[in-house]
């Protein structure tokens, strides 16, 4: 307001410029008032059409801005506060992230073992099932191959007995006696 005052033209008519002041003083003061009106609706000054003090005005707008500036100061600690809590926040989420890709790509490592080692459980079984089948025709070929060495061994008896007889080749007693006590089913 002291500048309103102070910058008037000190080459006009002082009457006409104390006026304009003085117009010029209770506008200001009426838009002081509509705003400390507007700002605070508990104010002890009610709608009327009485001239308020402008000092009074002025202090009453101080306090209120001193208000307002550690209302302002408190805001701006919890916004710190908060953007501190957002970063630490964004931190743990990217961490968190990072986290979940490292464990995505073992998954996916161990899923391409698990088929791998499925398509080697798959050949293991085949293999077992051809080793079987061999096995199998191992021992039906044992089976035969006892079987005639049974046949064998009884012949080769058969024919130790004869020459432990000590017969010689002319001697033709007794052959027929041997022969019948050979079984039926050992003659060759």
């Known amino acids: ?6 910058d008037s033209d000190s080459s006009s008519n002082t009457s006409e410029s104390s006026d304009e002041e003085k117009e010029e003083m209770k506008a ?13 609706t ?12 402008p000092e009074e005005l002025c202090a009453n707008l ?31 989420l990217q961490e968190s992230s990072i986290k979940i890709k490292q ?22 079984l085949d293999e077992i099932k051809s080793l079987d089948c061999t ?3 191992t021992k039906r070929d044992l089976i035969s191959s006892n079987d005639l060495l049974d046949k064998f061994n009884h012949g080769s ?3 130790s007995n004869l020459l432990k007889a000590a017969k ?6 007794g052959l027929a006696m041997m022969l019948q006590r050979v079984p039926t089913h050992h003659k060759e």
Request: proline fraction near 0%; charged fraction near 35%.
């Open 1 to 6: 307001m002291k500048v309103t005052l102070d």
């Open 28 to 40: 200001i003061t009426a838009t002081l008032s509509q705003i400390f009106r507007n700002v605070d």
């Open 42 to 53: 508990s104010s002890e000054h009610e709608e009327s059409d009485e001239e308020i003090n």
């Open 62 to 92: 101080l306090k209120k801005s001193m208000d307002l500036s550690k209302e302002n100061e408190v805001l701006n600690e919890k916004l710190t506060f908060i953007q501190t809590e957002r970063d630490e926040t964004m931190i743990k």
């Open 103 to 124: 464990l995505e790509e073992e998954i996916s490592k161990l899923l391409i073992k698990i088929n791998s080692l499925e398509l080697d459980h798959e050949k293991a």
């Open 135 to 137: 096995l199998a025709a």
């Open 157 to 159: 008896n058969f024919i």
């Open 168 to 173: 010689t080749a002319n001697d033709k007693k």
